[in-house]
């Protein structure tokens, strides 16, 4: 055989053994750690506390029980919904 014939059957098998390698190669399967995972954005809704002043008119009574009308604050606490968008990952 002729060097050139020899590189050219060299070069055959090579190729023959890459593509067996390759055709024998593990597939991933969907529990495999090398996938990558899913990111959904989910709304969450939390609740804040906060001290809210408000007036109402009262009726008082003056020290000799005559009533009069007056403005007094009152301090009342109310919740208030935030929403956050949130990442999750599966």
């Known amino acids: 055989m002729s ?7 060299a070069t055959c098998f090579t190729l023959a053994l890459l593509c067996l390698l390759c055709s024998a190669a593990p597939v991933a399967q969907a ?5 990558e995972p899913t990111r959904v954005y989910k709304t969450v809704t939390t609740w804040v506390t906060k001290k809210v002043a408000y007036k109402r008119k009262v009726t008082l009574y003056r020290p000799c029980g005559t009533p009069y009308c007056a403005w007094k604050t009152f301090y009342g606490t109310i919740e208030i919904p935030v929403t956050h968008r949130v990442k999750v990952c599966y």
Request: glycine letters at 8%; one cysteine or more.
């Open 3 to 9: 060097t050139f014939t020899k590189k050219i059957a």
């Open 31 to 35: 529990g495999d750690a090398c996938y």
